[in-house]
């Protein structure tokens, strides 16, 4: 988590643009680089475990960071629907939730390192 911190601190609020651009490559045109992906993965892979099991599935393991109340991934577009998924930790481990259009969908709770399957 330090080095994420760092990173994005540098990457999102510092000198640079906020997703690593290889500047010229073949062709003189600017592109993202492959470094952008990954970033991004860090999150939907790595804090919320998402896989995705089907067209309109997905399991989702999250690593709620110990010092983080909660996470809330928003405006999600895939498995043919957008929904947020949104997690909070309560005593027994975490509230993961599902919303779509504003309102509460599907929620799940889980000890922390157990894999929930979302169908929608």
Same mark, same amino acid.
């Given at each position: 988590? @330090?080095? *994420? !911190?760092?990173? #994005?601190?540098?990457? *999102?609020?510092?000198?640079?643009?906020?997703? +690593?651009?290889? /500047? &010229?490559?073949? %062709?003189?045109?600017?592109?993202? /680089?492959?470094? #952008? /992906?990954?970033?991004?993965?860090?999150?939907?892979?790595? *804090?919320?475990?998402?896989?995705?099991?089907?067209?309109? #599935?997905?399991?989702?393991?999250?690593?709620?960071? /110990? @010092? &983080? !109340?909660?996470? #809330?991934?928003?405006?999600?577009?895939?498995?043919?629907?957008?929904? @947020?998924?949104?997690?909070?930790?309560?005593?027994?481990?975490?509230?993961?939730?599902?919303?779509?259009?504003?309102?509460? @969908?599907?929620? !799940?709770?889980? !000890?922390? %390192?157990? +894999?929930?399957?979302?169908?929608?």
């Amino acid at each position: 988590m @330090d080095f *994420l !911190k760092r990173y #994005s601190q540098r990457r *999102l609020l510092g000198e640079h643009v906020p997703y +690593p651009v290889e /500047a &010229w490559p073949e %062709g003189n045109q600017r592109h993202l /680089a492959a470094e #952008s /992906a990954l970033y991004c993965r860090l999150f939907t892979e790595g *804090l919320f475990g998402i896989r995705p099991t089907g067209f309109r #599935s997905f399991t989702a393991m999250p690593r709620l960071p /110990a @010092d &983080w !109340k909660g996470m #809330s991934f928003r405006n999600v577009h895939a498995f043919e629907t957008v929904f @947020d998924l949104v997690v909070t930790r309560t005593e027994g481990g975490l509230r993961i939730e599902t919303q779509r259009n504003g309102r509460s @969908d599907l929620v !799940k709770i889980v !000890k922390a %390192g157990e +894999p929930v399957q979302f169908t929608f």
